[in-house]
């Protein structure tokens, strides 16, 4: 199973720029996830909504070209699978009218599987929103537990909006502190190791230096000032399972690039 994560910041944009059928061509995912795909159903286009080759399924935000997850799921990979559902529903969750969670479901050689997309939010728009921001975090945290307790394989990718440790951002003395390197976050993202929970391309790769978003100033991408915020996590009695991780700088057409998986 190739599991491949994106946040697109923008679902019309990349597929206008062509960059997503590069994407579909370079990997050929069994499972992409999207996230910030700014935009509703009926707003795209029958390439996205009605392809022959992926079952596809989005929750969108009320608020109209804004946030917006979705999880594609290739129709031969489904073929032999059971029991499939996609759902978006985390309890109490805040942000609830902003799309921020796909939750694909399925039961396939009798292992039920839980494959989420999720968009955590930025969380700097004012202190309310930073708060709910941490809120987000531990919800999440809360919902992937219950759901690996009840005897799913777990796997959790999306855009986290946090880099986790130093060697994730290329300034880190000078955005110590800040929204999407605070104490705070990265507390939680130590919780969530603590938890079991596995960041698939760090176990794989623990002392490479990459990034998966680069700021639009000062030409950011091109000199490669970036921060790893984007992630795939799988519980640690499931990783082994995980035969590959990466990073695809080379993927174009969003702030952010593509990461995946390969789960044997």
Known sequence: MKIVSWNVNGLRAVERKKALHALLEKHAPDVLLLQEIK????????????????????????????????VWARRAFLEDAR????????????????????????????????????????????????????????????????????????????????????IDIARPKENEGKIGFHPDERAWMDRVVAAGWVDTWRAQHPQEVKYTWWSHWGRSRERNVGWRIDYIFVHRSHSAHVVDAFIDNDVMGSDHCPIGIIYE
């Open 39 to 70: 935009g509703t159903q009926e707003q795209f286009s029958e390439f996205l909504t009605a392809h022959a080759d992926y079952a596809q399924y989005y929750h969108s935000a009320h608020k109209a070209g804004y946030a917006g997850t979705g």
């Open 83 to 166: 029991d499939i559902v996609f759902d978006t529903h985390v309890p109490h969750l805040v942000a609830a009218d902003e799309g921020r969670v796909a939750h694909l479901q399925f039961t396939k050689d009798d292992v039920p599987y839980s494959v989420l997309s999720i968009y955590f939010p930025n969380g700097g728009k004012s202190p309310q929103a930073w708060r709910d921001k941490l809120t987000f975090y531990d919800q999440v945290l809360d919902f992937m537990n219950a759901l690996h307790a009840h005897g799913r394989v777990v796997i959790v990718g999306g855009d986290m909006n946090v880099a986790h440790r130093e």
